[in-house]
């Protein structure tokens, strides 16, 4: 008990003296806070980055199926010129580009309401189930979405009720849905990437109307504005923000997703489903780096013409 006694006064002298020389200098103060996050950003993601980068400018000898550590461009060549792998760069942007765009489409109206409408409690009630899917297991739903999109499953069961099973197997034998039942066709992917990003839209969505202040909605209506043109020319230009911060993730999320190509889906393949196969079953790793290079380009190639639109100038 003398001891511990004794000892915490220098305890407190050695923290007093820290506090004192930590408080006249702030900026090794700052430094000290910063270094940790930093390094564990600098070596996990950073380090993971840099090294997916230069396996990318690797190849593997087609005789000995091993990788040659030579630098070379012939990994890139392969994917950009082989028709193959255009296909599914081409099929995963196109999907990427619907589901952000149906994202958007559905989450605008519940985003303004949430923001500008729903009283306190009401929205409340909508943040919880917006996030309430988030909370669920993402395997979970990917599973349930497939007995849900099943040829016995409840929406089956459902459109048969409704007498449009003819219309919906129609549907199926489109080239474009290309699949004997939604739970393995391009639709039934749609339909729950839709499900599983729509969340992201609706958030900063809702963020950025929220911050609409409501006299320049007013000024429009007095100036003679009809409804439509101060949606069109007041709401969106400073929704803008918001819908490319949603956009940004619904983008890269589906561009880098592949557990619902393989478990909801098309026999198509898609760039996740490539980067896994690659570094996994056939253990092609340069040609996985080389395909996991091609989501991060095409999210810069996007952000660089959101930037030119102007949808980060209200940030």
Known sequence: MNAFAASAPLQAGWSRRASTFLH?????????????????????????????????????????????????????????????????IVRTLVMAVAVTIACAVIAFPVANYMARYASPRMKALFYVGVMLPMWTSYLVKVYAWRLILAKQGILSWFVDTLGLTPVLEAVLRLPAVGGPSLASSYLGMFIVFVYMWLPYMILPLAAALERVPESLLQASADLGARPSQTFRNVVVPLALPGLAAGSVFTFSLTLGDYIIPSVVGAPGYFIGMMVYQQQGTAGNIPLAAAFSVVPIVLIMIYLTLAKRAGAFDAL
């Open 24 to 88: 006249g200098r702030p900026g090794f103060y700052l430094s000290l806070l910063l270094l940790p996050p930093l390094l564990w950003f600098g070596t996990v993601y950073l380090g993971s980055l840099f090294t997916l980068l230069a396996n990318s400018f690797y190849a593997i000898d087609e005789f000995t199926a091993k990788i040659v550590y030579e630098p070379t461009l012939a990994t890139f060549k392969q994917v950009l010129t082989q028709p193959a792998h255009i296909d599914i």
